[in-house]
């Protein structure tokens, strides 16, 4: 309760519903880059056969969850 009593919003952040879905879009990000990051991990260390896909698919997921992340945050 003492929490709720003495938050204040951030009056160069007002709480709207765009601000929301930029924050929501910054999250999804968040998600793609830990997806992209297990993905590579997974790649590189348990396949057995080396192709080209599995150097390339998780860093690219990973590069385009940064991206999304911070497009969603930078416009929050």
């Given at each position: 309760?003492?929490?709720?009593?003495?938050?204040?919003?951030?009056?160069?952040?007002?709480?709207?519903?765009?601000?929301?879905?930029?924050?929501?879009?910054?999250?999804?990000?968040?998600?793609?880059?830990?997806?992209?990051?297990?993905?590579?991990?997974?790649?590189?260390?348990?396949?057995?056969?080396?192709?080209?896909?599995?150097?390339v698919?998780?860093?690219?997921?990973?590069?385009?969850?940064?991206?999304?992340?911070?497009?969603?945050?930078?416009?929050?």
């Amino acid at each position: 309760m003492r929490l709720a009593a003495t938050w204040t919003p951030n009056p160069n952040h007002p709480a709207t519903w765009t601000g929301f879905f930029w924050a929501l879009l910054g999250v999804a990000g968040c998600l793609i880059v830990v997806i992209g990051a297990t993905l590579t991990f997974a790649l590189w260390n348990v396949s057995d056969q080396k192709k080209v896909g599995n150097y390339v698919l998780g860093p690219v997921i990973l590069v385009i969850g940064l991206a999304i992340a911070g497009w969603g945050f930078g416009l929050w």
